[in-house]
């Protein structure tokens, strides 16, 4: 059987977590994870890797800059060096990172750990809790009953706010690869359509919304790892 090719996972509170264990424990699957790293203060995922015996830490952005930088702005240069060299170290040799509900913004000092030659040069992709554009499809998007939405950015919760405001028929996540100047861009490797419904709360919307990400965030993992990775 092929080796399964090593994964770091970096997660906020850690909700997709289960499914990328589970995934990853099959014995036909063709990534393992090597490490899972929380940007939060507390992270119930964090508690879940170690559970699953899988090297687990915290590297909480406020802490470090007050604990080493008394407080300095300059932290964060810093942060993304370390954060960077600490992943890619021999004991977890990652071919690939998975950002998986991890909102802290990344940048240059961190990617150039992890430069590659698909994607968009950077062996990292991501999961965004909306549609985002193919290429040459610009900054509106067609719906499938033909209507169309704006590229949404940000975070879960305000995604789907703006999904109710705007009376959207449809939603749904997006897997792309990541670039190190800006976020919530980088090619599209995958998207899935879900239908509104009948849901009238953000909280309705998320459950519709969990399933599909869980699927295509492995479906897309496996993508990378069978076009780009040996």
């Known amino acids: 059987m092929p080796k399964k090719i090593p994964i770091v996972v970096l997660i906020g509170g850690g909700s997709k977590l289960p499914a990328l264990i589970g995934a990853a424990k099959k014995k036909t699957s063709k990534f393992e994870i090597k ?24 590297f909480n952005l406020p802490d470090y ?8 702005q300059k932290a964060r240069l810093d ?9 890619s170290q021999k004991e977890y040799s990652p071919r690939l990172l998975v950002f998986a509900g991890w909102d802290l913004v990344m940048d240059k000092h961190f990617f150039d ?5 698909f994607g968009n040069g950077y062996a990292a992709i991501n999961l965004h809790p909306a549609i ?3 290429a040459n499809e610009g900054q509106k998007i067609k719906l499938p009953d033909g209507s169309s939405t704006p590229v949404i950015k940000g975070e879960q919760s305000e995604v789907l ?6 009376k959207l028929k ?3 996540p997006t897997i792309h690869f990541m670039v190190a100047e800006g976020y919530d861009t980088g090619k599209v490797i995958e998207r899935e359509f879900i239908k509104v419904g009948t849901a009238k709360t953000t909280e309705d919307l998320r459950k519709k919304l969990m399933p599909p990400e869980d699927r295509i965030l492995i479906s897309s993992i496996n993508t990378v790892i069978s076009k780009f990775i040996k």
């Open 35 to 58: 490490l899972v790293v929380s940007h939060k203060a507390f992270s119930p995922g964090i508690n879940l890797a170690l559970k699953n015996n899988i090297p687990a830490v915290y």
């Open 65 to 72: 800059r007050k604990r080493l930088f008394g407080g300095d």
């Open 79 to 87: 942060y993304m060096q370390k954060l960077g060299w600490f992943i």
């Open 113 to 117: 750990f992890f430069k590659c030659n």
């Open 132 to 134: 985002l554009p193919k």
């Open 161 to 166: 706010e703006f999904v109710l405001k705007q």
């Open 170 to 172: 449809y939603f749904g």
